[in-house]
């Protein structure tokens, strides 16, 4: 079992920065990956990023350049840095680790952070 606490969410206006966190605890060593989802209203929940346990990250289209994944492996957290937000970045975000055990895949979720912006 993994456990997952974010935060860092809030209301901000249009071209400015927030910093999501989540803090991983429980079964840290069978983490393979984390990522950040985010679901807007009446849209479905979609990948914003995600960074493996090798280091490789990856990122939707449409936050390139202005969202950074990271992580801090002695706290056992991983961070969003989102710059330059739009309104369109207006959604929960959610924090999920995928675990593999004995060849099994596994998602874990966070409770969701609301992050909002004004424009």
């Known amino acids: 079992q993994v456990q997952l606490v974010e935060s860092g969410g809030g209301l901000v206006q249009a071209g400015g920065s927030l910093r999501l966190s989540c803090a991983a605890s429980?079964?840290?060593?069978?983490?393979?990956?984390m990522g950040w989802y985010r679901q807007a209203p009446g849209s479905e929940r979609e990948l914003v990023a995600i960074?493996?346990?090798?280091?490789?990250?990856n990122y939707a289209d449409s936050v390139k350049g202005r969202f950074t994944i990271s992580r801090d492996s002695a706290k056992n957290t991983v961070y969003l840095q989102m710059n330059s937000l739009k309104p369109e970045d207006t959604a929960v975000y959610y924090c999920?680790?995928?675990?593999?055990?004995?060849?099994?895949?596994?998602?874990?979720w966070g409770q969701g952070t609301q992050v909002t912006v004004s424009s």
């Open positions: 999920q680790a995928h675990t593999l055990i004995l060849g099994t895949p596994r998602q874990y």
């Open positions: 960074i493996t346990k090798g280091g490789t990250t």
């Open positions: 429980g079964s840290i060593s069978t983490i393979i990956a």
